[in-house]
């Protein structure tokens, strides 16, 4: 269902969407955690996650090799400041959302 269509029913005022600039949640952490001056540039068609695990010299074959990856990208993560700030301006606005008297 589309985010317009949600505001057109009775639970309108309860529903927020938000979005984020990122192909995929991994690129809001900084690259500098991971030792690259910036994300890669991955071909459309290749998968984001297995292009960037080819970038590092990561295994990327299977799906298991990708959760390997999420959890060394999460690893590199040590507080709120290695993320960008455009994904926690969205998590405080649903922060602020879900939190708000109404």
Known sequence: MRAATRRLRPW???VLV???PYVDVWQSVKPQRLGMDAWPVIPR???WKAGVATHLGWPHATHTD???AWRRVLGAVDSYADLEPELLGRVEELIDFVTARG
């Open 12 to 14: 309108a005022d309860h």
């Open 45 to 47: 068609g290749t998968s």
């Open 66 to 68: 990708l959760a390997r």
């Open 18 to 20: 938000v979005g984020h």
